[in-house]
C-alpha cells in the first residue's frame, strides 16, 4: 500500500510520498528494513537515490522519500519524475523481524577520539586512513543523524578497516546476511588500486564479499548474504575500503542477522515537475533567508544550540543566553536570545545550518553574524578555524568556499556585538549552502553570537 497525496513543495526538504506494506492483518515494521527510493526521468535516466527516512514508531510502516528542492528541475517544466520504491527487509528463519546484532549500527553514538564510532573496531594499519563521525551529509536532510566517514588520501599505504563481530550460535545451513548504506565521492586522480573496497558478511574461510562501487555513488543501500557450512560462535561484518584511495566514504545504518533479506517492490510514483522560485537578489533588511533560525531565540531541544543549528563536537559549553545585556538590539530589537559558547579549546567544534534552493553560477551570496566575547581568549588559530565559513557540500558539485583569511573572530576584547561577515560568489549549479560557525582552538573566555543573516547580494 502506498500513499501519495502530500503536498509537493520544493523550498526545501520535503516529503513527496510514503509508503508502507501489509502482512497479512498488520503492517509491516520498518525497524528492521531500510527502503530505497530510485528517481528517474521520463527516458529512464537515473537522477538520485534517496533513502526512505521510516517514521517513528516504526511499528506502524511509514516510510518517506525525502527530496532537495532543486532536483525536481533536472527533467525541466512540465515533464515528469518517476519515484520507484524498493524495501528490504531483514527476516529470522522463522520468518519473524530479525534482530540487528550490531551495536551502535547507526554510527550516532561517539565518544572517542578516533575518529571511529562506538563500538565499531579498526583492524590493520591506520597509517594515513582518516576517520571521522559526521553529520553534515547532504542526503537530506541528513541520512539518518551522524554517519562514518571514512577517507584514504591518494598513494597512501593504509590498511585500516572497521568491524564488529558479534557472539552468535550457527550450524550449518544458516545464513547470516548484512547491510549497510554506502555513499562515495571520488577525488580527481583517485581510484579503487586493488580489490580491498567491499563489505564483508561473516568471518573467515565463509565470509561473502559484496563489492562496493567503484565511483561515485549516491546514497546506495549493499546487501549480501553468507551460507554457513560449519558451525561458528561468532559472526562479523566488516567495512572494507583501503584499496580505494581519493574516496571520500560513508557509511549508515548498518545490519548485521541471522536469517536472509526479503526485498519487495512498490507502486511506481510519477511526479509531474513543478516551478521553482530562484532566491532573489535582495536587501537583508526585507528578507533574510534564515530568519526563522538566525536570531538563536529557540531551543526546543534543549541541547544548547539554537533550533536550526547543528552541533558537532561538545568540547565547549553551549546555551541560550537571555540575559538582555548580552543580546544584539542593533538590528532586530525584539530577539529573545542569544548563543553563548564558553570556549575551551576544542579541535572539533563547530556550528552549522544548511540553507537549501536552486542556486546558480554568477550569484553573490553574504553570511553575516554578530558577536561579542568577555574573558581571556587566547589561542593561536588557523585561518577559518575560529570564525565564518561559507560553502557547499562535499557532495554538491565541485567544492566552492569562501575565503578563510580574515575569517576568524578577533580574540581581543570585542565588548559591543561587532558584525562579521563571508562572502561567496558561486562559479557552478548548487543545491545549498552551508554556513559554519567554527569553534575551534580558542581557550578561555566566553563569546556571544546573534542576528545571523543570509542574503543574496548579486
Not at 517513528?56 to 520504491?85: F, H, R
Not at 562579521?420 to 562559479?427: A, C, H, N, S, W
Amino acid at each position: 500500500m502506498t500513499e501519495r497525496n502530500l503536498r509537493p513543495t520544493w523550498d526545501g526538504d520535503q516529503p513527496l510520498y510514503r509508503v508502507r506494506f501489509r502482512d497479512g492483518e498488520g503492517w509491516r515494521n520498518f525497524a528492521s528494513a531500510a527502503v530505497v527510493f530510485r528517481i528517474q526521468d521520463e527516458d529512464g535516466n537515473a537522477i538520485a537515490t534517496r533513502p526512505g527516512l521510516p517514521v517513528s514508531p516504526k511499528s506502524d510502516g511509514w516510510a518517506y522519500c525525502m527530496m532537495k528542492g532543486n532536483e525536481t528541475d533536472w527533467a525541466g517544466i512540465g515533464k515528469q519524475l518517476y519515484v520507484i520504491p524498493m524495501v528490504y527487509y531483514a527476516e529470522a528463519p522463522d520468518r519473524t523481524p530479525a534482530v540487528n546484532l550490531l551495536l551502535n549500527p547507526s554510527f550516532d553514538t561517539y565518544t572517542g577520539g578516533t575518529g571511529i564510532a562506538d563500538s565499531w573496531t579498526q583492524g590493520g594499519t591506520l597509517a594515513d586512513m582518516i576517520y571521522e563521525v559526521r553529520q553534515d551529509d547532504p542526503a537530506p536532510p541528513v541520512i539518518f543523524g551522524k554517519c562514518q566517514r571514512s577517507y584514504a588520501p591518494i598513494g597512501g599505504s593504509t590498511t585500516a578497516f572497521i568491524s564488529q563481530s558479534p557472539v552468535i550460535s550457527l550450524v550449518p545451513g544458516d545464513f547470516m546476511s548484512g547491510g549497510v548504506w554506502y555513499r562515495a565521492k571520488v577525488d580527481t586522480g583517485g581510484s579503487v588500486t586493488g580489490t580491498e573496497h567491499y563489505l564483508t558478511v561473516h568471518s573467515g574461510a565463509e565470509a561473502k564479499k559484496i563489492g562496493f562501487p567503484a565511483s561515485d555513488t549516491d546514497w546506495t543501500f549493499i546487501v549480501g548474504e553468507a551460507p554457513i557450512a560449519t558451525e561458528a560462535a561468532t559472526s562479523g561484518l566488516s567495512l572494507v575500503n583501503l584499496s580505494a584511495k581519493g574516496y571520500e566514504i560513508r557509511y549508515d545504518e548498518a545490519f548485521l542477522f541471522k536469517g536472509r533479506w526479503a526485498s519487495f517492490p512498490g507502486e511506481v510514483f510519477r511526479l509531474v515537475v513543478q516551478r521553482r522560485p530562484r532566491p532573489s537578489k535582495t536587501n537583508f533588511v526585507n528578507e533574510n533567508f534564515i530568519a526563522g533560525s538566525g536570531g538563536f531565540d529557540e531551543d526546543s531541544n534543549s541541547d544548547g544550540v539554537g533550533d536550526g543549528w547543528s552541533k558537532t563536537g561538545a568540547t565547549n559549553t553551549y546555551s541560550i543566553e537571555r540575559d538582555p545585556d548580552h543580546l544584539n538590539i542593533s538590528i532586530f530589537p525584539l530577539g529573545s536570545g542569544a548563543q553563548k559558547v564558553v570556549v575551551a579549546a576544542s579541535t572539533t567544534d563547530f556550528l552549522r545550518l544548511i540553507y537549501r534552493g536552486n542556486l546558480l553560477p554568477t550569484e553573490k551570496w553574504r553570511f553575516q553574524l554578530y558577536y561579542k566575547n568577555s574573558g581571556a581568549l587566547s589561542g593561536s588559530p588557523a585561518n577559518g578555524d575560529f570564525g565564518l565559513i561559507l560553502h557547499t557540500e562535499e557532495f554538491d558539485g565541485i567544492y566552492e568556499a569562501s575565503l578563510l583569511t580574515g575569517a576568524n573572530f578577533s580574540l581581543s576584547s570585542v565588548s559591543a556585538y561587532t558584525a562579521k561577515f563571508r562572502e561567496l560568489t558561486l562559479t557552478a549549479a548548487h543545491s545549498a549552502l552551508v554556513l559554519d560557525i567554527n569553534l575551534k582552538t580558542a581557550t578561555g573566555g566566553t563569546i556571544w553570537l546573534d542576528d545571523a543573516l543570509l542574503w543574496r547580494t548579486a
